[in-house]
């Protein structure tokens, strides 16, 4: 069992250097610069190699946005900590996600903006996405009263979505990302009550 063990773990290292390098590729160049040639020659893998472990560069692509999803789920509820009041948390939360778009840009357009097969509320909705959603979810229910959670979660995520896209792509006068998230949280608290 040892033996099995250990090439189940190389494997995994195989697929965590495959990605972390497609991501690192990514965020440095684009992802136009990830092909598989160029992925080979960056961690000195065959192609084959690589296509063990991914059938296409679409699989690697939706690797990294599940990491991503996961790295955001961990961001949300780190932003959560401490929060002294519903409102609070809120922004908190907003400005986290906001921060994480703009320090991520090639991650957040594998995990937002590229077309995947990656679904949410479907059978097959991979882990860290559920917990992503969670986490946004469990801040907006602090401020949602009666209203129906998991619609105005998407239609906070939708808008927090919108402004970081805006705002990364130069569409939104720079320098205001605070007041334009002041602003969101301020509407949605108002209508709780």
């Not at 160029?38 to 690797?63: N, W």
């Not at 959560?80 to 986290?96: I, K, M, N």
């Amino acid at each position: 069992m040892a033996i099995e063990d250990r090439r189940q773990r190389e494997r995994l290292a195989r697929r965590r250097l495959i990605t972390a390098t497609a991501r690192a590729l990514a965020e440095s160049e684009g992802w136009d610069a990830v092909t598989t040639r160029r992925l080979s020659t960056e961690i000195e893998y065959s192609q084959p190699v690589l296509y063990k472990h991914f059938g296409s560069m679409d699989d690697i692509v939706e690797a990294v946005a599940v990491e991503g999803f996961g790295e955001l789920a961990e961001t949300l509820r780190a932003a959560r900590l401490g929060s002294p009041t519903p409102a609070d948390e809120l922004g908190r939360v907003a400005a986290a996600f906001n921060a994480f778009a703009a320090a991520n840009p090639a991650l957040y357009d594998a995990m937002f903006i590229r077309s995947t097969r990656l679904h949410f509320g479907a059978d097959d909705t991979p882990a860290p996405l559920i917990e992503a959603f969670t986490a946004l979810r469990e801040t907006v229910a602090t401020v949602a009263a009666d209203r129906d959670v998991d619609t105005l979660t998407e239609v906070f995520w939708a808008a927090l979505h919108g402004l970081a896209t805006l705002g990364r792509t130069a569409r939104l006068r720079p320098d205001h990302d605070t007041a334009r998230i002041n602003l969101l949280v301020t509407q949605f608290q108002a209508a709780a009550f």
